[in-house]
C-alpha cells in the first residue's frame, strides 16, 4: 500500500513569510508524527497526534509553529514569520497506534533565505 | 544524562565483517527498541524493533536487549557496503513518548 506522503517536497521562502507543510499519513495509522532535522543533526521531535488530538505541544521550537489533523488524517505544520534557523528537512510519521513503529514520509526540506 | 545515546562514529568495518553498534538509556521502564537505518539526504527506514531482553535475528541483523545494563545493540553480518547509512536507536519513555538517539555513521569498507 501507499506509505507516508508529504509535500511540497522541497520549500525556499524568505525570512518573515509563512509556509504550510503537508502529511498525509498511510491509511488506518492513529497516530502521527512530526520531526524536524537539521543538516548533520539527529531528530528532534515536534508534535504527535492520536487521531485529531494533540495533547502535548511543548515540543513545538516557538509559538511560529503551530500543527492540525483533521478527520483522523491528513496534517499540516505551519510556520509563521519564518526564520532563517527554521531551514531542516521536516519529517512526518505514522503508526498504527500511538508509540508503535513509525513509519517516515520522504521529508519537506525548507530553505529559509 | 542524555536519555539515548550512541556512539557518533564515523564506525568503520571491512567489507564482509560484523558492524556493532551500540545504544544506551536512561529510562529504566523503557519497554519498546527500535533501530532505524537513514542513508544520507534519505528519510529513516525501520530495521528492527525488539521488547524483551536477548536477541532477535532478522536476516544479516541481530538486535540485542540487556535492559538490566539499559542497552541494546545491532549486529550485522557480513556487512556489505550498501549497510554504509546512519544508524538510529530509538526508546520509549516512562511518560510514553519515543525518543531517537542522535544516531551512528557506519562506513563499509570495500
Known amino acids: 500500500g501507499a506509505g507516508v506522503s508529504q509535500s511540497p517536497s522541497n520549500k525556499v521562502t524568505e525570512k518573515g513569510k509563512d509556509v504550510e507543510l503537508r502529511c498525509d499519513p498511510i491509511s488506518g495509522h492513529t497516530a502521527l508524527y512530526w520531526y524536524r532535522q537539521s543538516l548533520g543533526q539527529g531528530l528532534e521531535f515536534l508534535i504527535y497526534?492520536?487521531?485529531?488530538?494533540?495533547?502535548?505541544k511543548s515540543g513545538l521550537p516557538s509559538d511560529r509553529f503551530s500543527a492540525e489533523r483533521t478527520g483522523g488524517s491528513v496534517s499540516t505544520l505551519t510556520i509563521q514569520r519564518t526564520q532563517q534557523e527554521d531551514s531542516a528537512v521536516y519529517l512526518c510519521a505514522s503508526s498504527p497506534r500511538l508509540w508503535e513503529t513509525q513509519y517516515f514520509g520522504p521529508g519537506t526540506r525548507l530553505l529559509v533565505l | 544524562q542524555k536519555e539515548v545515546e550512541q556512539n557518533s562514529g564515523p564506525l568503520s568495518v571491512p567489507e564482509g565483517a560484523i558492524a556493532s553498534l551500540n545504544c544506551t538509556y536512561s529510562?529504566?521502564?523503557?519497554?519498546?527498541f527500535f533501530w532505524y537505518r537513514q542513508y544520507s539526504g534519505k528519510s529513516p527506514e525501520l530495521i528492527m524493533s525488539i521488547y524483551s531482553n536477548g536477541d532477535k535475528e532478522d536476516g544479516r541483523f541481530t538486535a540485542q536487549l540487556n535492559k538490566a545494563s539499559q542497552y541494546v545493540s545491532l549486529l550485522i553480518r557480513d556487512s556489505q557496503p550498501s549497510d554504509s547509512a546512519t544508524y538510529l536507536c530509538?526508546?520509549?519513555?516512562?511518560?510514553?513518548?519515543?525518543?531517537f538517539g542522535k544516531g551512528t555513521r557506519l562506513h563499509i569498507l570495500p
Open positions: 530509538a526508546v520509549n519513555t516512562r511518560d510514553d513518548k519515543i525518543i
Open positions: 529510562d529504566r521502564v523503557s519497554q519498546s
Open positions: 497526534f492520536q487521531g485529531n488530538s494533540a495533547p502535548d
